[in-house]
């Protein structure tokens, strides 16, 4: 087990990439699941149960559609089941290692209280990350530079916030009007 955390470790630091991992349905599953549940651990912070387990769940296909659909269309399908455990795998472990970021971030900004800067810049720079090794995974898995895989995450990032948003984030009425 020490062996493949040291793999999703080294995707998480641009070392390694999918072909690193062995094709493994039980590896898959168990990255899947990591992927998932994180998820909600970190939706829990700003969102209801119900919610949290909700936006997981999309956020988990959409990123699953994201991989795939690339991966088919280039005629590398045989290439899914190490590209989604790359990425479940290492995004998961990444969500739980920065989950006390998120947690001070979240803290600070509910009670606008001593709230400067440094959480906000720590939480781009976590963002910046996350898709960074998002894009070194489909960069590898695609066979694609890195402009274009770091446009996929980007694209990725934009349809996960604007599904939540739409989904998940009550609107605020219609400016007072009756």
Not at 57 to 75: E, F, H, K, V
Not at 77 to 84: D, E, H, M, V, Y
Not at 87 to 109: H, N, Q, R, V, Y
Not at 136 to 159: F, Q, W
């Amino acid at each position: 087990m020490s062996y493949l955390f040291k793999i999703f470790v080294d995707i998480l630091l641009l070392q390694a990439g999918p072909q690193n991992l062995p094709a493994s349905r039980f590896l898959l599953n168990a990255a899947t699941l990591l992927y998932f549940f994180s998820g909600i651990l970190v939706s829990l912070l700003n969102f209801s149960f119900l919610s949290a387990i909700g936006i997981s769940i999309m956020d988990t296909a959409l990123l699953a559609l994201m991989a795939w659909l690339p991966l088919r269309m280039r005629n590398f399908a045989n290439r899914t089941p190490q590209t989604l455990t790359a990425i479940f795998g290492a995004l998961g472990l990444f969500s739980i290692i920065s989950l006390p970021m998120d947690i001070w971030f979240t803290t600070l900004s509910n009670t606008e209280q001593n709230f400067n800067q440094i959480p906000s810049l720590i939480m781009i720079f976590l963002s910046v990350w996350s898709l960074a090794a998002l894009g070194h995974i489909l960069r590898h898995a695609l066979e694609i530079t890195s402009i274009v895989a770091a446009g996929l995450s980007l694209l990725y990032m934009i349809l996960s916030l604007f599904i939540t948003t739409l989904l998940f984030i009550p609107t605020v009425g219609n400016g007072g009007a009756s």
